[in-house]
């Protein structure tokens, strides 16, 4: 079991790592269709892309919080 949970720590901190990756990402993408006034589908795209970062991260930390209460 303490195999499992390492492994999933693991992977929880590459989430969020990433996480972090496709927010900044999704910003720069909406910054770069905000400059731009013609480009509308890559401020959507950016759009989309920070939040699903902020989705991550959200998700990463709500685990590492049950992690650290043994919640289910």
């Known amino acids: 079991m303490a195999k499992k949970v390492a492994h ?9 790592y990433f996480g ?3 927010a900044i990402v ?7 269709g905000v400059k731009n006034n ?3 589908l ?3 795209n950016g759009a989309l892309f920070f939040g699903y970062g902020i989705f991550m991260i959200w ?3 709500r685990a590492r919080q049950r ?5 289910g």
């Not at 999933?8 to 969020?16: A, G, L, P, T």
């Not at 999704?26 to 770069?32: I, P």
């Not at 992690?67 to 919640?71: S, T, Y």
């Open 8 to 16: 999933f720590k693991r992977v929880i901190k590459f989430r969020s």
């Open 20 to 22: 972090w990756i496709f």
């Open 67 to 71: 992690l650290e209460h043994g919640d």
């Open 42 to 44: 890559i401020m959507i």
């Open 59 to 61: 998700q990463t930390k």
């Open 26 to 32: 999704g910003g720069c993408l909406f910054g770069v």
């Open 38 to 40: 013609q480009m509308p």
